[in-house]
């Protein structure tokens, strides 16, 4: 079953990180990446870039909107994800509290439906 | 055999179903959520089971096995169910074929490994991804087997409500996909956790239930105690047995803690031989062996400071200095607003009201227990030793207002009434 995994953080606190403090998550991220393409639970996943950068946009009666921003402004914001397979949430919980953001963020995990 | 004497034997097959039924129903069930992988089906599966004993026993008399005998007719009944329903929808004719090629027969009616299932049962039901209401309404309906209409009484929520609540359990147990199993080593200590906690949680409502007409609700304690003794059983860690003589200790004072009426009466005022001395005396052995083990923590420290009141014949005779120590090792183990409020009441009894005084304003100074009606009872009643009426009268209102158990607010009105007469 393949589940997502929303990793939220705070972004100003990374904003606030210094080159080298930058580089050792990164590091950490590729790592993580590498354990679990091994395992065979890797499927995908991204980095975004920062809510600044994000739109939202709806239709209604026909008519587009956009307005500047993510959906929602939370203390945490969506700053990537890892499309996981797993054999159950049990599974999935133990790649996801090995996400190195699960440390100072928090990590949405979510079935992926599945249809017909 | 006359008719007379046929309806007699009859009679007793039903109540050998009957007493099958109350010990092994769980045990059916969660043999059969594992062979089936659905907890609806199973449940489904389990009556149909029993139906089919009570049909045919009375015939064929009773197996050797009941239980063996029940799991597969169940599983059976459950197969045969789905190729009904397969005729409507295709996806079911499959699952009925895997499910009937998946188990030889023979296993299910093997008895290894429903220790096993019935642990498994536990922990699915206190999955941490389930939230804290639908964890104790899954385990109570699940695990001890209540009705619906029984655990929303005893919890003073609607049946609707509840029925909702394990719907939507089980929903999320099927969509996310939690497992049923026993967790790993590594899972363990966390998993443990949430099922104790759903344990306490059920005897905390039992021991002092958090609205309604009475102070306590037996039933539920009582259910909390089966589960305890239960998971002990089946996983004897420390903290489980620690947790097992706490709900012993305290459920032992049952009858000492209200009078005829149905008042409440504090520990000090208790009539101590009205306290379960059998039960008392199983709580004191179980903290041995928790203790003897070492990974002991927070349950097996409660669990001693109530076995430090149950030792003490008379209300003066309460090692307060002990009962002070162990909450100072709580607070480093589990520190928390409620453990520091029952800590200075401790303080209080070894050092004086005006010591305990100091440390309870502490804790509301940070804005915690505002709304925790017990602060304020135990402010008002140090306040009160202390010859402090107005202020004891200002916590005791407060007090009153934040709880909504009647026998409780009863109290506080006696100590209001009494305080408002004295000369100040």
Redesign the interface.
Known sequence: MKYLCLIYEDESALKGMTREQGQAIMADYFAFTEGIKKSGHYVGGEALKPTPTASTVRVRQGKVSTTDGPFAETKEQLGGFYLIEAKDLNDAIQVAARIPGAKTGSIEVRPVEVFG | MTDAAGEEANERVREQIGAIYRSDSRRVLATLIRLLGDFDRAEEATHDAFTAALDTWPVDGVPENPRAWLVSTGRFKAIDRLRRGARFDAALASLAEQLEGSVAPTIAVEDEGVDDDRLRLIFTCC?P?LSADARIALTLREVCGLATEQIARAFLTSAPTLAQRVVRAKGKIR?????Y?V?SLT?LPDRLDAVLHVIYLVFNEGYSASGGESLTRPDLSAEAIRLGRLLTELLPEPEAIGLLALMLLHDARRAARTSRDGEIVLLDAQDRTLWNREQIDEGLELIERALSLRRFGPYTLQAAIAAVHAEAHESSATDWRQIAGLYDVLMRVDPSPVVELNRAAAVAMRDGPEAGLTLIDAIFARGELAEYHFAYSARADLCRRLGRTTEAVAAYERAAALTNQAPERRFIERRLAELRAAPS
């Not at chain 2, 969509?175 to 497992?179: C, D, F, G, L």
Request: no cysteine; aromatic share 0%; proline share 20%.
């Open positions: 999955h991804a969509e996310a996909r939690i497992p199993q967790p899972e």
